[in-house]
């Protein structure tokens, strides 16, 4: 049951690694400036990419995507990353359980919305989107819900319960991609409908954003050296490229999840951490050089082993 011959994989998961190294030439060669790029990550992460998740839930089927097989492969999947990350970081590369937590969550939190959308979509059609979305309405509300427990934690050692709440509460539904999954529940399940116009323009702003998110990481990329710690970045590595995917796999086919919803979970979990990650790790101000030289470099490995994915995938 092999998927994609050799030249469709190349078809489908270069053009968008292609925008990313414009994004990444652009900056690098002074053509587009720091500043530039924090503006378009500004309009992609804080209304475009908003808009896109707010169309797609307030229009998705519910009661059929989100079929919990495909969340418990997920986000177990996830999970395993995340404790690999946190105990291996500890244990194996003996740094403090404040860093272990956040290098545990470059483990934890796959790129699902700028490589895992628009590699999915490439593959398989826009119409096999909808188990994408049913992960993404979830996606930050779990990590950060995770990672910041587990940094309340390790820094205070799980006093202050009503403290730790507050702040989960306020770092995660604060989150402009929450509000707009959030939204997209609320018109979903009351069953209002957008007026023709407003549907229109927030089409228009759907459009632009994962285009314009792609070549804005790119531009973010530069700011990340590939500099020390290589054994921990290589780690985690192997941990978001390869053991969050398998998890999944195995899960999802012990689950029998179906093949649209098994392509999809498997191929999220397979995409390398997110920008959010050295966000989380910036946020406390531990391990941050080795959340973004792992952003950095999984996103360059992935080209390979997302490729090796879509090979095996039925």
């Known amino acids: 049951m092999f998927g994609l011959p050799l030249q469709t994989l190349f078809e489908v998961t270069l053009p968008v690694f292609l925008v990313i190294g414009f994004g990444y030439a652009a900056v690098r060669l002074r053509l587009f400036s720091d500043a530039a790029v924090d503006g378009l990550m500004v309009f992609t992460q ?4 908003p808009c896109l998740l707010f169309r797609a839930i307030s229009t998705l089927d519910l009661a059929q995507t989100f079929d919990w097989r495909l969340l418990v492969s997920f986000y177990s999947g996830a999970s395993a990353g995340f404790f690999a990350g946190l105990f291996g970081a500890r244990f194996l590369f003996g740094r403090p359980w404040p860093d272990s937590v956040a290098i545990g969550f470059c483990g934890l939190f796959s790129n699902s919305l700028l490589l895992g959308l628009p590699i999915t979509e490439r593959a398989y059609g826009s119409g096999a989107l909808a188990p994408n979305y049913a ?10 819900i995770l990672g910041i427990s587990a940094m309340e934690i390790a820094r205070h050692g799980g006093g202050g319960i009503l403290s730790m709440a ?13 509000i707009g999954i959030a939204l997209g529940f609320a018109f979903n399940l009351s069953g209002t409908e957008v007026p023709a116009v407003a549907a229109e323009a927030l089409d228009l702003m759907s459009k632009a954003a994962l285009p314009a998110a792609l070549f804005g990481l790119g531009g973010v990329l530069v700011r990340y ?6 054994m921990t970045v290589l780690f985690v590595c192997a941990v978001s490229l390869v053991l969050h995917p398998f998890v ?6 012990e689950l029998g999840l179906g093949t649209g919803a098994f392509r999809s979970a498997v191929l999220t979990a397979a995409m390398a951490p ?4 050295y966000i989380f790790a910036n946020m ?9 030289t792992s952003v950095l470099v999984a996103t360059g490995l992935s080209i390979l082993t997302v490729s090796v994915w879509l090979t095996v995938l039925p």
């Open 46 to 49: 804080q209304f475009a990419i």
């Open 135 to 144: 992960i993404i309405a979830l996606h930050s509300p779990f990590c950060y």
């Open 166 to 178: 507050r702040n989960i509460f306020v770092s995660v539904f604060r989150n402009a991609l929450v």
């Open 225 to 230: 050296r590939p500099e020390g710690d290589l």
């Open 248 to 253: 999944t796999w195995v899960l999802g086919q």
């Open 274 to 277: 997110g920008v959010n990650a």
């Open 284 to 292: 406390y101000g531990v391990g941050k050089r080795v959340a973004a």
